[in-house]
């Protein structure tokens, strides 16, 4: 009996089957490039004759207004919001992928006011106009805010006196650092250089 035991295996333990393991996803390459343009956003009273005449909207009644507004740039450009700001500032940017693909991006305030929707509608325009259409980025400033204000002006919303300041105030920014910098200043900008004075 004691020679019978000794010639017994113990039965094979069982296989124990390892979980699959999960499919590696495909690594998705990031932007080769980034292009950023920012509102630092505000105009005196010496440009008071420029503000609309046309009475201010209320918040509640324009709603509808802006948020057509926000859907329909959106849309046409090809846009993403990438922040809804809570202060009067705002950035585009663009980035550029190895494949070709480009991604355009927003950060600005909801629209909800002219002041907000002049901001947003400038962030627009950057992408509306190009990052490399003007050489000079005072430039580049003056002609996205003029396309911001036709914008305006077209859908009925006012251009005040505080969207005025911002648009001052961030032209004043860009040709005194155009300055600093010894770039030539375009002559549809040279006054800035009197109101810095």
């Known amino acids: 009996?004691?020679?019978?035991?000794?010639?017994?295996?113990?039965?094979?333990?069982?296989?124990?089957?390892?979980?699959?393991?999960?499919?590696?996803?495909?690594?998705?390459?990031?932007?080769?490039?980034?292009?950023?343009?920012?509102?630092?956003?505000p105009i005196s009273a010496e440009q008071a004759h420029a503000i609309s005449a046309r009475p201010i909207r209320r918040d509640s009644a324009a709603l509808p207004v802006y948020a057509a507004m926000v859907h329909e740039l959106r849309e046409r450009y090809k846009i993403s919001i990438r922040k809804w700001r809570t202060d009067m500032a705002g950035v585009a940017y663009e980035l550029t992928y190895r494949d070709g693909r480009i991604k355009r991006l927003i950060a600005a305030p909801r629209p909800r006011s002219p002041v907000s929707a002049a901001i947003f509608l400038h962030e627009i325009g950057h992408h509306a106009i190009g990052f490399r259409r003007y050489a000079q980025r005072c430039l580049e400033e003056h002609y996205v805010w003029q396309w911001a204000f036709r914008e305006m002006h077209a859908r009925g919303i006012?251009?005040?006196?505080?969207?005025?300041?911002?648009?001052?105030?961030?032209?004043?920014?860009?040709?005194?650092?155009?300055?600093?910098?010894?770039?030539?200043?375009?002559?549809?900008?040279?006054?800035y250089a009197h109101i810095m004075a």
């Open 1 to 41: 009996m004691d020679a019978t035991k000794s010639n017994l295996t113990p039965p094979p333990e069982p296989l124990r089957s390892e979980p699959p393991e999960a499919p590696k996803k495909p690594r998705r390459c990031g932007p080769v490039s980034r292009q950023t343009r920012g509102l630092r956003g």
């Open 158 to 191: 006012p251009v005040t006196g505080r969207v005025l300041r911002h648009y001052q105030r961030s032209m004043c920014h860009y040709v005194r650092h155009a300055h600093a910098r010894g770039e030539h200043v375009p002559a549809e900008l040279a006054h």
